[in-house]
């Protein structure tokens, strides 16, 4: 089965500085890569995703990159808020089951 | 916020009872998978269900079993709780439409068992 792995685990970074999160995944039937954010006792919400006939995906400060030869995709937030703080889960669907990442935990600091 | 309910949103159960969560997907949506996310951890798929059939299923025992009905909201169902299965309990609605679709959480059960 799939197993995707995220690093890191824990991520603090300065108001305005950029957060890089890296997730690999294992299956190469994998497709659909999506990101989530769970704040503290919410539910987890979908902010970005990209597919895999897609190198890279924008969203204003959000940016996705899938790099399928190397089974690594990564999330770029950049000019972080503090309302960015939170558990950002990486995932990956090979046929409409998603597996996810451990989870990164980032702090930005004001 | 999306479309999708559960129900209850927290519950306490002692071992070796049985338990019912429920899932209101989004409107339109007629898949439903349930994850579970235990503290600090990422979510795990349990098992989806498409148009009222069980079509995947994670590492679960068969004490997790599941239903969708023809309005395709959805249970899960845990016999024999254990202390292990005291998590957050999510259900995603989507849309299968062949290709990969965006999943809506809703905001979960936490079930406690004691």
């Known amino acids: 089965g799939e197993n995707v792995e995220q690093h890191p685990s824990t991520l603090s970074v300065q108001e305005g500085d950029s957060a890089v999160i890296k997730c690999t995944y294992s299956?190469?039937?994998?497709?659909?890569f999506p990101w989530y954010k769970q704040e503290l006792g919410k539910r987890p919400q979908l902010i970005i995703d990209i597919r895999s006939n897609v190198g890279e995906k924008k969203d204003q400060r959000i940016a996705v990159t899938l790099n399928k030869t190397a089974k690594h995709f990564s999330l770029h937030i950049t000019e972080t808020q503090p309302e960015d703080s939170a558990v950002y889960f990486c995932a990956a669907d090979a046929g409409n089951m998603l597996t996810f990442g451990g989870g990164t935990r980032l702090m930005v600091k004001p | 916020e999306t479309g999708v309910t559960q129900s209850p949103t927290h519950l306490i159960k002692t071992r070796g009872q049985q338990v019912t969560l429920r899932c209101s997907s989004q409107?339109?949506?007629?898949?439903v998978s349930w994850y579970q996310q235990a503290l600090g951890q990422g979510p795990q798929f349990i098992f989806q269900y498409y148009r009222e059939e069980e079509n995947g299923r994670g590492n679960f025992p068969p004490r997790f079993s599941g239903l969708q009905f023809p309005n395709y909201s959805s249970e899960l169902n845990v016999n024999a709780l254990e202390l292990d299965d005291s998590a957050l309990y999510l259900c995603?609605?989507?849309?299968?439409?062949?290709?990969?679709?965006?999943?809506?959480f809703g905001q979960g059960t936490r079930l406690t068992v004691v």
């Open positions: 299956d190469s039937a994998s497709n659909y």
């Open positions: 409107s339109g949506h007629n898949t």
């Open positions: 995603a609605s989507s849309l299968q439409t062949g290709a990969n679709t965006e999943a809506f």
